[in-house]
């Protein structure tokens, strides 16, 4: 190693060991809040709505929504929100509005943000209508005891949790997060992921469930529908005490699918890599192929056609029966 080497690397390690030093006095005298190093300015706002709405809209760009209960039967919104991008929160023809108005520059968004905006809407529990929300970068929470008409929910990066039912519709759409819906009733539901998992247990629906996911794992539990349709790249497919009315049919390219106390009156199963294995409640006609992997389904000659293609996979299906009443 030459001197000048020697050289550069002393100086180069010195001043890492000097802006150490200073970050650390700086954040002493912070008491370690990073909070107080953001660049950005955020403030906190109150909206008492004193108008009858029965639909609720809201569009934002980066704030979480979270729905609670209002114990007194008062309705307010509360935003803590950016300083250049406040939200306007008014009642339109029965529809509560919240909306954000964004008069930030390129220039606002270089610096250091610490903050999470929030945008928390407190109402009496009960009967509503349209719900809509629309938020780029966000997490959405909707707790029990809210029952919509439909709901269409729309998320880009963020997390979606729904304990609400819906009497129809109810569409969550994310393209980076996670979907969990517990304990609800629905007209219909479709859930769409792009990179993340869906979670749905508990959940009584009088028309189809649809999912669709790119990559990341879907869970299933206690649910009864009248078909339940899902198709994904990549990702794992759980489902345990499930039961559809007509038809279960489930596509993936790679993930494993698997049973557990559920059926349907028929069952079409495909994969590219990954096994099909678990336990069906009632006989079935089974159609199985498979190019590299082991089959053992039942030898039944009765009850609904389950058809099981995979390539590189093996299937190995039970059947576990039980009353379904």
Excluded at 208 to 237: L, Y
Excluded at 263 to 288: H, P, R, S, Y
Aim: hydrophobic content about 35%; proline content about 1%.
């Amino acid at each position: 190693m030459s001197k000048k080497t020697k050289i550069m690397l002393i100086t180069a390690a010195s001043l890492v060991f000097v802006g150490c030093i200073i970050f650390g006095g700086v954040m002493t005298m912070l008491n370690w809040d990073f909070t107080k190093l953001s660049t950005a300015k955020y403030e906190t706002n109150h909206h008492k709505i004193n108008e009858v709405f029965t639909n609720i809209t809201v569009v934002t760009n980066t704030a979480d929504i979270v729905f609670v209960t209002a114990e007194n039967g008062e309705s307010n919104v509360v935003c803590y929100e950016q300083y250049k991008m406040k939200h306007s929160v008014v009642v339109h023809d029965g529809t509560l509005e919240i909306k954000v108005d964004d008069t930030s520059k390129w220039y606002d968004h270089i610096g250091i943000f610490s903050g999470s905006p929030k945008i928390t809407i407190t109402i009496p529990q009960g009967e509503y209508g349209v719900l809509s929300l629309q938020s780029d970068t966000g997490n959405i929470q909707i707790p029990a005891g809210f029952n919509f008409k439909s709901a269409d929910i729309s998320e880009h990066t963020g997390n979606v949790t729904i304990l609400a039912s819906a009497s129809e519709a109810m569409k969550i759409q994310t393209s980076t997060g996670s979907i969990r819906v517990e304990n609800i009733s629905a007209g219909a539901l479709s859930l769409s992921v792009s990179t993340g998992g869906i979670s749905v247990s508990d959940v009584t629906c009088n028309g189809d469930i649809n999912i669709k996911v790119s990559t990341g794992k879907t869970r299933i539990s206690d649910v009864e529908c009248k078909n339940i349709i899902s198709s994904g790249n990549t990702g794992d497919i759980s489902l345990e005490n499930v039961i559809a009315s007509e038809k279960i049919s489930i596509v993936r390219s790679t993930g494993d699918v698997k049973f557990d106390g559920s059926d349907a009156a028929e069952l079409f199963i495909k994969t590219d890599t990954g096994d099909v294995t678990g336990n069906l409640l009632t006989d079935k006609v089974f159609i199985t192929r498979t190019s590299t992997g082991d089959i053992s389904v039942p030898k039944t000659t009765t009850g609904g056609k389950c058809e099981i293609n995979t390539d590189t996979g093996d299937i190995k299906i039970e059947i576990c029966k039980k009353d379904l009443a």
